[in-house]
């Protein structure tokens, strides 16, 4: 069975690598914040079109549709890069990927599967830009990543990356570390069947109660970390806000988070991963 297959590691890039990953997001958030203006006049245009059908003012056969056109919007980049000069510095792939994602949100909000759209904010802890593979300008090397513009980038290899390479995200997260997700197109096996069913109860006190007996017990990450997490909290009021000692703190927070973020992560990875194999 093909299925697609994310890998995530978190890459070590040197000084100029860092200032190009931060160019890369910035123009990547200008490109699909000005075709999203763009567009919202566009639809701000055909609901008054729509309006001026419906009452006869206008001739159906002049009202024009509102879908965002992916091919032509693409198409449009060589010229906006002639107008912003600092879109030529960074991956031409990754605008290309953020116009994708603009035309896809679209797409995704018509059908109603999502909310409209909204403007792309620099204030965001997480930022981050993606890009696809194209000539072998993805791949692993032994402990570097080569990625368009930045080249061989150190990482920390967990495991071996396998399959088909398709894309990769680059990202910077509120702690100011960086990371990268690669995601494959690998065959996999099917589970063998255990001819064991389950039933899960999910609850507070306990993370999950099996239909066996099995529990999983909640072990309160949080509480863990709650004074150092109030101390550096504390510390965060007291500065200027804006300022170095500001900002240390601020990160400072945001690493004790993270840390009870990815240990809650990692602890129901387990469950479910133990749950999956052991029964059907």
Known sequence: MIANKAYKFRIY??????ELINKTIGCSRFVFNFFFGKQKEKDAYWYITREMVQN??????????????KYNTVKSLPELKKHY????????IALQKSVENLADSYHRYYKKQNKYPRFKSKKNPDQSYTTKQTNGNIAVEDRHIKLPKLGLV???KSREVEGRILNATVRRNPSGKYFVSISTEIEVKELPKTGSAIGIDVGLKN???LSDGTIYSNPKFFRTLEEKLAKAQRMMSRGTTG???WHKARIKVARIHEKITNARKDYLDKISTEIVKNHD
């Open 154 to 156: 150190r990482y920390a």
């Open 85 to 92: 000069g600092f879109l030529k510095e960074v991956d031409s």
């Open 56 to 69: 006869g003012h206008l001739s159906a056969n002049n009202w024009k549709g509102k879908c965002l056109n």
């Open 243 to 245: 300022g170095a000692n």
């Open 207 to 209: 993370v999950a109660t």
């Open 13 to 18: 890039p040197n000084k100029k690598q860092t």
